[in-house]
């Protein structure tokens, strides 16, 4: 029962990291390389796109700090792409800590190794 507990707290702390936990290696090492580069995507893009709404409400006469006005620019700009990145972020790290609770609950059944 402590695996089962255990991995998907880790999981979702840092998605992969139940997988590893459970010892599947390759599957957890994937899912952290994934989720990182996921995230650094997500996060490189939003700073893009606040760049740019702010340069547009400079543009269009905001005075500095005006957040409502970048706001408004953010908005004007659509964030389809920031939105898709965000939803397959969610549905991964979900994947992760789903399967680091299966794959704990099936370590647990196992009879442990007495060396």
């Known amino acids: 029962m402590r695996k089962a507990i255990v991995s998907p707290l880790l ?30 995507i997500l996060l490189a893009f939003g ?20 957040f409502a006005a970048v706001g408004a620019q953010m908005r004007a700009q659509g964030a389809t792409w ?4 965000g939803g397959l972020l969610a549905v991964l790290w979900t994947y992760a800590v789903l399967d680091a609770y299966r794959g704990g609950r099936a370590a647990d059944a196992m009879p442990e190794e007495k060396n």
């Not at 893009?48 to 269009?60: P, R, S, Y």
Request: aromatic letters at 8%; glycine letters at 12%.
């Open 11 to 40: 999981s979702l702390l840092v998605p992969g990291m139940g997988q590893i936990l459970n010892r599947q290696l390759f599957k957890g090492s994937l899912l952290v390389a994934a989720m990182s580069l996921l995230f650094i």
């Open 47 to 66: 700073m893009h796109q606040f760049g740019q709404a702010v340069m547009a409400a400079q543009e269009a006469g905001a005075a500095p700090g005006d």
């Open 82 to 85: 920031f939105l898709v990145l």
